[in-house]
């Protein structure tokens, strides 16, 4: 046989082979998980096995970041692939509705809703013809802003609240300092007992099933509320890690080390149920969290530790912005792998709707497509630096932007223009302010900040009359 003929054989073999079919998507989204409260991420407390031995079959990610420090602007951007102030959603949705007005400064008016004129990575998806699901906690608007008119086909749990009242079971109650009443709508009935954490898995098991039957692919978006407040724990784990709490270790609270432990075990009952049904060779699997761990206290231990980063939840400094994000993609990411390049969970977007060989809309778009670092995580991305903007008060914070290189971080306040400059390579925990020691390197750093919030149109704080 011929060279030619032999070549055009092969090429018609090839033609003929069938086309895979395109993945399923499992997006599993931990509410305020900080970046140590994994055990494959250096927890001295918490047991996660399950996500442990997905991490050893996946690529991990040392250095992802959140795209705010708190959880509505994180999951506006990362379903539209929109930086938080592109999007002028800055704060989480309360906040946003009810500034503070006893501050220096007035925050920066946020958005309380995603607007509609925005897509989604569901609207993509299910034009593509995906089916497609939220289960959890949505915190991105009113009724008439609600996860089915964003794309999702079904919705169980989603509404404008950003916390259950109660993780048991009728999941109702009042809550905050208001006595709002709330519940979590779609869980009924259920078991006196029932813990939220398990029944919003068993509901996703549930849509998988009823998905696969359609033979056709999907998108589950399981957004945990665990483990954000209140801190709540099945009695059984809490006495496990009552007993356990040893000495002189960064994680102190049990009760939020059983939550930990729950999620673990919801990650491991859907990857469980994928391989049972023979879905997991072609299930995109993530893991992440919405931003840092929460260090305050609720009537108890403080919640969680992200040492050795600074700070945590609300800070733009390393403990509010680091997460955890673990993906396994099959065929394409290696296992026991892990990828120091920074990367910012609005990357997942146009990674995503790569997966699915879907086009993003012409609209400017924030990130970056994974899929070079999931194929080489030594592999480096084509971008400068990665910006945050806060212009908001919280427990841990005043109103501040930064910009984070893949060694260097700048601080900017509001209040006083104050600027902290750290080489995160030198000093991860952002202890030494080198501003002043390195003002060349603060400058240039300082005006790519101020040039990118101009690009963006970034809303910010404004002098408070009452408090000259």
Known sequence: MQRRQFLSLLSASALAQPALPPPNIVLILADDLGWTDLGCYGSD???TPRIDRLARQSLRFSHALSPAPVCSPTRASLLTGKHPARLGITIWREGAAQPPTHFPLL???????????????????QQAGYSTALIGKWHLGDADHAPETQGFEVNIGGTHWGAPPTYFYPYSGRFGSQKEHRYVPGLTPGPAGEYLTDRLTTEALRVI??????????????????PHTPIEAKPALLAKYEAKLPQGVNHTNPAYAAMVESFDQSVGRVLDHLRIRGLDRNTIFIITSDNGGYLQSANGPRITSNAPLRSGKGSLYEGGL?????????????????????????????????????????????????????????????????????PHYYPTTTPVS?????????????????VELYHLAQDPGEKTNLAEKNPTQAQALRA??????????????SPNPQKP
């Open 209 to 226: 099933d009823a998905f696969h039957a359609r033979q056709k692919p999907f998108f589950l978006y399981l957004a945990h509320h665990a």
């Open 322 to 390: 680091r997460v955890p994000l673990i993906i396994q993609w099959p065929g394409l990411t290696p296992a026991n792998a892990v990828c120091a390049e920074p990367v910012v969970l609005t990357d997942l977007f146009p990674t995503l709707c790569a997966a699915a060989q879907v086009t993003p809309p012409p609209a400017a778009t924030d990130g970056l497509d994974l899929r070079p670092l999931l194929r080489n995580p030594a592999a480096r991305l084509p971008r400068p630096a990665i910006p945050f903007h806060y």
């Open 107 to 125: 925050p920066a008016p946020s958005e309380t809703d995603l607007p509609h004129a925005e897509t989604t990575l569901a609207e993509l998806l």
């Open 45 to 47: 407390l918490h047991e």
């Open 402 to 418: 930064a910009l984070r290189t893949r060694d260097w971080k700048l601080l900017e306040y509001f209040e006083d223009n104050r």
């Open 448 to 461: 790519q900040l101020h040039a990118w919030r101009q690009s963006v149109n970034a809303r910010l704080p």
